[in-house]
């Protein structure tokens, strides 16, 4: 134990208690990890726009059980290691993988913990158990944990979120994206600047088009890797087609999803591409057979989480 907190200590942690009721920090005691579980103190804890989801969720709407702490973008310091849990010293620095699956189902073994079957019987700290925004975390399973080697954790919780949606989504279509290809993605903030910068780092696709309304946006979209800044509408889908010769974008990401973003994500897309669907706005694609070029591959809704695809 250091300094921080020695059992049954005070701590704050900042905590939902009800629903629709706005968020109160309120002290706690230092939780005891138990069997094969992990005491984290924490580095830094993302907020997002989940949590405000989950602030204005009307009753009953969510698995969750009152009070409990929010925040499930984490990373921190191995505090203090369960009985039986092992593989970790104190001191660790570690990433919080987010969905804490059953770790048993189908879908758990092939290591999609985000799409567990077992639904309702594990809750994401955060999300349902009690998550970072406290000075203390329990993580259930060291499974969950991501050594960060020289990353600082108070700095690095949001990759285990922000960029885990967009490296899930950019994953998945990493053989469309061979040299001379081209990918799109629409919406330059939080999750779309992750995006860019990952197909930078991931993908051989030639041309990386970033598409936003906001020129600040669009600037820092370069800064971060986008080989064109476009700014939303007629002239972007005329400029990607002439980049790709008339064919499209082998991957198009939107990162907004509501109607104008799916209908240019739909003009840009090529024959035989991908049009990934990432943000939750909520518009309607119409999906037909002249709605899109042949065999482009709409995909829905890329959940946080690597879906398989590590
Ligand atoms: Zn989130
Ligand atoms: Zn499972």
Redesign the pocket.
């Known amino acids: 134990m250091t300094e921080y907190g020695t059992r049954g200590a005070a701590i704050k942690a900042f905590q939902l208690i009800g629903w629709r009721r706005p968020p109160e920090l309120r002290e706690i005691s230092v939780p005891e990890p138990g069997p094969g579980e992990v005491l984290l103190k924490i580095g830094g804890a993302g907020a997002c726009h989940s949590d405000l989801h989950l602030m204005e969720a009307p009753e009953g709407s969510a698995s969750v059980t009152f009070p409990f702490t929010l925040g499930h973008e984490n990373a921190g310091w191995v505090e203090k290691l369960g009985p039986g849990a092992a593989g970790y010293a104190v001191g660790d620095p570690v990433l919080v993988y987010g969905p804490w699956?059953?770790?048993?189902?189908p879908?758990?073994r092939t290591g999609m913990?985000n799409y567990?079957?077992?639904e309702g019987m594990e809750r994401p700290g955060g999300l349902g158990r009690n998550g970072g925004m406290a000075n203390y975390l329990v993580v259930p399973s060291t499974r969950f944990l991501i050594p960060i080697g020289d990353l600082d954790p108070r700095e690095a919780a949001p990759l285990s979120d922000a960029a885990l949606t967009s490296y899930h989504a950019v994953k998945r279509s990493l053989h469309l994206l061979g040299a001379g290809s081209t990918a799109v993605v629409i919406g330059a903030g939080g999750l779309g600047q992750m995006a860019v910068q990952l197909l930078r780092a991931l993908s051989a696709a030639t041309t990386i088009v970033a598409i936003d309304t906001a020129p600040d946006k669009l600037e820092t979209a370069k800064r971060m890797g986008a080989d064109e800044a476009l700014v939303s509408g007629e002239d972007a889908v005329k400029r990607i087609k002439d980049l790709t010769l008339g064919h499209g974008a082998n991957l198009v990401l939107d990162m907004v999803g509501i109607d104008p973003t799916l209908r240019v994500a739909s003009q840009v897309a090529r024959t035989l591409g991908h049009l990934t669907i990432v943000g939750l706005g909520g518009g309607a694609l119409p999906v037909n057979v002249f709605s899109l070029p042949h065999e482009c591959s709409a995909l829905l809704g890329v959940d946080p989480g690597v879906g398989g695809s590590r």
Not at 101 to 105: D, V, W
């Open positions: 699956g059953c770790g048993r189902c879908n758990c913990e567990c079957q077992n």
